[in-house]
């Protein structure tokens, strides 16, 4: 079984002691009835006890029942707005839900979060069979293993995090949900992404293997990118909105991958140019040097290899290869 599964197993035995205590069973009755690894870990863990009835105390657990169970069979039909799902009142206007009751304790049970994956203890680690040296770890295996879903830099564990694709202000009862933790860099989860909620329909990362792969994106000077969006679908629109790629593309560390990518095509043509060569041969140097690296098997398995193809795909051939290479037809012949 894995770990991930096992994270799922506390949040279903937490699920099912909301269920019956809304239907009026006594907490030591249903704590005592198969629920061992929750009894276990409930009564030794101060902490964890009171986040969990934090849950139990609220006034709006009926709704809260209802969410969880709409989210656990609809999530990925609710951001794709699958008409077909029978969405919740108190999700359609999650908005007006949660101005109306964020004073309610539900609201605290985000904690759950911080303690799973930031402070838990060994009791609640041997019983959850979550004993490993990062959750965050786990969270990152295939495809994003060592990659942010958003824009693809390479990242190790010190700095991965984990973001909540739906935020767990408005919905804590999926702070937990393994499909709602997304892998990503600091720089794209703590500067980047948007703290409100997305608008519908939008691409998910587990959906759509590395979202910017589909995502126009060229040169726009030498120094700057641009996205083209105009004919992108709703779906992508909204994500582009959500993790705001647009100035994403702006941030230091892309702007310096951006200009390592024409150092390195500057270099490598000047390597390749000669004293006397016309415009014509220097330009044809430049834009076969552009397509080796497009071809390189290195690109692939370096950082931002989907921006990086981009990059250079809207150089080749193009304006940007044609004043590169009167550049260094300048500079060679001077």
């Given at each position: ?158 700095s991965r995090d984990l973001d ?160 590169i290479a009167c550049k260094i ?6």
């Amino acid at each position: 079984m894995s770990r991930k599964y096992k994270l799922t197993v506390l949040t279903a035995d937490i699920s099912r002691l909301l269920e019956e205590s809304n239907n009026g069973v006594d907490k030591s009755v249903i704590l005592n009835t198969n629920f061992d690894n929750l009894k276990f870990v409930y009564y030794r863990l101060p902490k964890l006890r009171k986040i969990i009835d934090y849950l139990l105390d609220s006034n709006i657990k009926e709704e809260i029942i209802k969410q969880d169970k709409f989210f656990k069979s609809n999530y990925f039909n609710y951001l794709k707005l699958n008409m077909e799902c029978d969405v919740p009142d108190s999700v359609q206007e999650i908005i007006t839900f949660y101005n109306q009751y964020n004073e309610d304790s539900y609201f605290s049970y985000k904690e759950m979060y911080n303690y799973v994956f930031n402070e838990s203890s060994k009791k609640l680690q041997n019983t959850y069979d979550l004993k490993f040296g990062n959750i965050k770890e786990y969270f990152s295996r295939g495809t994003y293993c060592t990659y942010c879903s958003v824009c693809q830099q390479r990242i190790n564990i010190g700095s991965r995090d984990l973001d909540h694709f739906l935020n767990k202000q408005y919905f804590p009862i999926l702070c937990l949900m393994q499909e709602n933790l997304i892998p990503m860099c600091t720089i794209c989860n703590r500067i980047y992404k948007q703290t409100e909620l997305p608008q519908l329909p939008v691409v998910h990362p587990f959906q759509v293997k590395f979202p910017i792969e589909n995502i126009p994106i060229r040169l726009k000077t030498l120094t700057e990118l641009e996205i083209i969006d105009a004919d992108l679908p709703p779906e992508y629109i909204n994500y582009i909105k959500l993790m705001d790629l647009k100035n994403r593309l702006t941030h230091l560390d892309i702007k310096k991958n951006l200009e390592d990518i024409i150092w390195a095509v500057q270099e490598e043509s000047r390597k390749q140019v000669t004293k006397g060569m016309n415009f014509k041969s220097v330009l044809k140097i430049v834009n076969d040097v552009i397509t080796d690296y497009i071809n390189s098997e290195l690109l692939v398995i370096a950082s931002y290899f989907y921006i990086n193809t981009k990059i250079l795909e809207s150089m080749n051939n193009s304006i940007f290869s044609k004043r590169i290479a009167c550049k260094i037809h300048r500079e060679v012949n001077n």
